[in-house]
């Protein structure tokens, strides 16, 4: 009888220990089924769970764990840049806004600001005791021409530096000129069609950007690249320019507006500035008095640099912000001088 009992009860100890095994099979299938893993060589599930607070010794470790997942690459983090404002070297360590001058009138008013405009780039400030013209003449006076240069600044000077940054050809009397003072001539055009090729004028496939941070690397002019200008000199060698002629068909706002703010302008002796006035400019946007007023307060800021007006010269063409107005011209080509008193 006991040896009956004991068989009986084996048998339920066995089947009961299938039942369980098979459960057991059962929820580990169920887990798997459900829990996602990672796909790399190790068995840790892929997720994390952090908790968020604001501690940079948790955020590293997190970047850390993020790296290792595979969520965060170290390329990826070079993607990612932070300058700190106290390692910025030079003029742009002292970076300031444009200040917006006051309204011309009591009210905002697109002909009142125009008038003060006008007014303003039409009356010069200092006048040369030499002037240069692109026959290699020189002459007391004031200049002539809107390429003519005011060389009294550099006279004694061991040679100068000259600067081009314009389009399809628009510069070769101010290549002239600059060439018969003596200059080391620079030529900047993308597009590469220079037209002539001498072997004193140095040609860059290289244009001016305004949008891009200051590169530490000192780039070279190397292709059809867009740099600020402080790259392009610290690439070249030069501190200062002595004449620089622009011609960027109404990107010259903007670009004015980051040589104030980085002190880039500081660092030109004589600017020969064509402006555009058909429409605002690249990136300008506003109330058509809004955008005058702000034109108004980039040549107040040129002046207010130490740079002086020398010469105006007008355009054809009398559009301005789509209003034809007999008064007005649609461009001006402005010569600025540093006198002696603001050189560097």
Request: aromatic share 8%; net charge negative; charged share 25%.
């Amino acid at each position: 009888m006991a040896a009956c009992n004991l068989s009986r009860l084996r048998s339920i100890s066995h089947r009961m220990f299938i039942i369980g095994l098979s459960a057991l099979l059962l929820v580990q299938l169920l887990v798997s089924l459900t829990v996602p893993y990672s796909r790399r060589s190790g068995d840790e599930p892929a997720f994390l769970v952090i908790s968020i607070e604001k501690n940079d010794l948790l955020e590293s470790k997190v970047r850390k764990n993020e790296r290792d997942l595979g969520l965060w690459t170290d390329e990826d983090s070079k993607l990612i840049g932070y300058e700190d404002e106290n390692e910025l070297e030079g003029p742009q360590a002292s970076a300031r806004e444009l200040i917006l001058q006051p309204w011309a009138s009591e009210q905002p008013s697109f002909f009142a600001e125009l008038l003060r405009f006008t007014q303003f780039v039409n009356t010069t400030e200092v006048n040369c005791s030499v002037v240069q013209d692109s026959d290699g003449n020189q002459s007391e006076g004031s200049p002539g021409q809107s390429d003519d240069l005011c060389i009294n600044h550099w006279r004694g000077k061991r040679g100068c530096v000259a600067y081009s940054f314009s389009l399809d050809g628009k510069d070769a009397a101010f290549l002239d000129t600059v060439l018969y003072a003596g200059c080391e001539v620079h030529r900047f055009d993308p597009s590469g069609r220079w037209g002539r090729e001498p072997a004193y004028i140095k040609n860059h496939r290289t244009w001016l950007d305004w949008r891009s941070p200051r590169s530490h690397s000192n780039p070279s002019l190397v292709g059809n690249v867009q740099r600020r200008l402080l790259d392009i000199m610290d690439s070249l060698g030069h501190t200062t320019v002595d004449v620089l002629r622009l011609d960027l068909e109404s990107a010259e706002w903007r670009i004015l507006e980051s040589w104030i703010k980085d002190g880039t302008l500081r660092r030109i002796n004589q600017l020969i500035l064509t402006i555009h006035l058909q429409w605002a400019g690249f990136e300008v946007g506003g109330a058509e008095e809004e955008v005058v007023r702000f034109w108004y307060s980039v040549l107040t800021a040129l002046s207010n640099s130490g740079l002086r007006l020398v010469h105006s010269a007008h355009g054809p063409g009398h559009n301005v912000l789509r209003h034809k107005l007999a008064n007005s011209h649609s461009s001006y080509t402005l010569s600025w001088m540093r006198t002696r008193e603001g050189l560097r």
